[in-house]
């Protein structure tokens, strides 16, 4: 047991990371998923895969995920006895899953002449808070790994579980056998982590949903932590959270073929091209309360109450207020929606809103890219093929590097191809790099993130924030009464983009029964007067509402990393603001960025309670 008390420190991390470049002792992570363990001939092909790397002289460590759907089995099994399993009897009960296969593949080593030895979530000390379902790594003891190893075994670790304080078990969150591997390969120094699945590498978007999907051979880090969270199941999201604090490469690539993958890393394939990946999230829901009181406090209370139940929150769309209240309207995945429900209900009389639709036959359909940000008209350019598809928008939100939309789940499949085309995803950049070409422009730089330095050596998977800033001098355009019909967001940011006018945000919001209401966007605070001429152009075409503009605004930007996954973002930065009666105009979120846009009068205070409020990730 003294091996379980021996958690790693960052430092000592970091450390493990540094002598194992230094002393060339090579370590692999190879994490095979369930299809690559499927039946037995997969897993001896598995255990031949991981023996071919010993015998070429690296370390092994295995991570291996439950041998084909016998989560789902498991899953179905537990909906037979209850309707409303406890929680940590379900983490017990879907943790024996990977209990089975990891004995299996060291059997089959053992079987093929070499040694090997299987280990549990709790085994490889794998520490989390007890959040069962969704649980945080904290902390990972390396010391019987490393002395396994060092004593010639294959380790053969159990993906996605873990154990609390309290010795119980928990699971990670589906798919997270991925988060195991890279998290082991972080704090074991690994070279190389190795992730084989059924497909060949990351594509521009699901190749099985969209055959002309194209293999990308790098893809960054940055664009594959927003695509993992937006629907691309291909990566356990938080996975990427791992890799990027600790610069781990991830190679994905296939079990089943030798095509070379495709290496995550810190680079992107292309400094060019606008997008670089399309999403979709098909089971999503949205919720919209009607009639919140338009003071602040009001929409953090909500918001409180669905992120104290680990529920991560998309597409928040607040509609500016008639007669002092207002519509907030937000997305969470379908499987979440009832216990939205039951957290919003619980606040309901407190916040004095009226009431609460929702809608569950909607899918999220995003796109990803890295240069987005620097370029005009990629907004404009996804809505114009959104509307040449005939597909309508239920709502919209725009971050950084993503553009989200919201249709019917019927249109979804079409929406995604429309995007995918529209952006020429199918073809190759002209400017891609290989990896070989990047890590040649690498020359002798060290490949450790500085942000490793910020981890707290309690929590590896804590929240790591790296700044708080701001944009001044911006202004804020809305219109109001927009009609139910595709093709009014391409209009108009066609015609602004023609204008030259360059868009910041831009937020769509719905009336409650998914039908679009207004649209606002920001712009710099100089192009405000021409903003508002092409809005009142718009309106007058297809008699819509109001025009409303506001000239003195600022945007306030948390930036980091996993700050959606992390639910309690959000609500700390609402619960800063409202304390000091600020009012959040419009929020965005993604998984690098919180930004919220409030009036410039208020920015000092602001930006100084939300630097004290989130002092402690920022170290
Ligand atoms: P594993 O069991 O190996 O973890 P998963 O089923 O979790 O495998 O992930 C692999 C699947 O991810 C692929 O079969 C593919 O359908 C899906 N996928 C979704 N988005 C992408 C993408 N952008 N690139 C590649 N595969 C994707
Ligand atoms: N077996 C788990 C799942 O199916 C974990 C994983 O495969 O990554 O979600
Ligand atoms: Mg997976």
Not at 203 to 224: F, G, K
Not at 411 to 438: C, M, N, Y
Not at 488 to 511: C, H, K, L, S
Request: charged fraction near 25%.
């Amino acid at each position: 047991m003294t091996d379980l008390l021996s958690y790693v420190s960052v430092d000592e991390c970091l450390s493990n990371y540094l002598i194992s470049k230094v002393k060339k002792m090579s370590l692999i992570v190879q994490k095979f998923g369930g299809t690559s363990v499927a039946d037995v001939e997969k897993i001896r092909a598995a255990a031949r895969k991981a023996i071919r790397a010993q015998q070429a002289g690296h370390r092994v460590v295995m991570v291996v995920s439950a041998m084909g759907k016998n989560t789902d089995g498991l899953l179905d099994l537990a909906s037979q006895v209850s309707d409303t399993p406890p929680a940590r009897e379900m983490d017990m009960l879907l943790s024996t899953g990977e209990q089975v296969s990891v004995a299996l593949v060291a059997m089959a080593i053992h079987e093929l002449g070499s040694k090997a030895i299987s280990l549990t979530g709790g085994q490889i000390g794998m520490k989390t808070d007890n959040s069962f379902s969704k649980a945080r790594i904290q902390s990972i003891s390396t010391e019987r790994i490393e002395r396994l190893l060092d004593d010639g075994n294959i380790v053969v670790a159990a993906g996605f579980q873990g154990i609390d304080d309290d010795l119980n078990i928990t699971t990670l969150g589906r798919g997270g056998s991925d988060t195991t591997a890279v998290a082991l390969a972080a704090v074991l120094g690994a070279d190389a982590c190795e992730i084989y699945t059924d497909v060949d590498g990351v594509y521009t978007t699901d190749p099985r949903l969209l055959p002309e999907a194209r293999r990308v051979d790098v893809i960054s880090y940055d664009e594959m932590l927003e695509l993992a969270s937006l629907g691309a199941g291909v990566m356990h999201n938080r996975s990427i959270e791992f890799a990027k604090k600790f610069g781990v490469p991830i190679h994905v690539r296939s079990s089943f073929s030798d095509t070379e993958g495709t290496m995550i890393v810190a680079e992107p394939e292309s400094r060019m091209q606008p997008v670089s990946g399309a999403a979709m999230t098909a089971s999503e829901a949205r919720v919209t309360v009607l009639g919140v009181p338009d003071v602040p406090g009001k929409s953090k209370q909500i918001f409180a109450a669905i992120a104290n139940r680990k529920i991560a929150v998309d597409m928040v769309v607040q509609n500016i207020g008639k007669e002092g209240r207002a519509d907030i309207s937000f997305t969470v995945p379908r499987s979440e929606l009832k216990d939205t429900l039951d957290a919003v209900d619980s606040v309901l009389d407190q916040v004095g809103a009226h009431r609460v639709t929702h809608d569950d036959e909607v899918s999220k359909v995003s796109v990803v890219g890295l240069n987005m940000a620097s370029q005009t008209n990629v907004a404009a350019k996804m809505f114009r093929a959104l509307a040449d598809a005939g597909v309508n928008i239920q709502m919209i939100t725009t971050s950084e590097i993503k553009i989200s939309t919201l249709v019917a789940r019927a249109d979804a499949s079409t929406a995604l191809r429309a995007v995918h085309q529209a952006f020429g995803l199918h073809s190759r950049p002209e400017d891609a790099k290989t990896w070989d070409q990047i890590k040649a422009e690498r020359g002798g730089r060290a490949d450790v993130d500085v942000l490793v330095s910020r981890l707290r050596d309690d929590a590896l998977e804590a929240l790591t924030l790296t700044g708080i800033s701001v944009t001044e001098n911006q202004a804020r355009i809305t219109i109001h009464g927009v009609p139910d019909q595709s093709g009014i967001a391409a209009e108009m940011f066609e015609i602004i983009g023609d204008a030259g006018i360059f868009v910041d945000m831009i937020v769509q919001g719905n009336d409650g029964e998914g039908t679009a209401t207004s649209i606002s966007f920001t712009v710099d605070a100089t192009t405000i007067d021409q903003g508002v001429e092409v809005a009142r152009q718009i309106q007058e075409k297809h008699s819509m509402g109001d025009v409303q503009s506001c000239g003195q605004i600022a945007k306030v930007t948390v930036s980091g990393i996993g700050l959606r996954s992390h639910t309690h973002v959000a609500t700390k930065l609402f619960d800063q603001l409202a304390a000091a009666e600020i009012n959040v105009e419009m929020i965005n979120t993604s998984e690098l960025q919180v930004n919220a846009v409030i009036q410039s009068q208020h920015l000092e205070t602001a930006t100084n309670r939300l630097r004290e409020a989130f002092s402690d990730s920022l170290r």
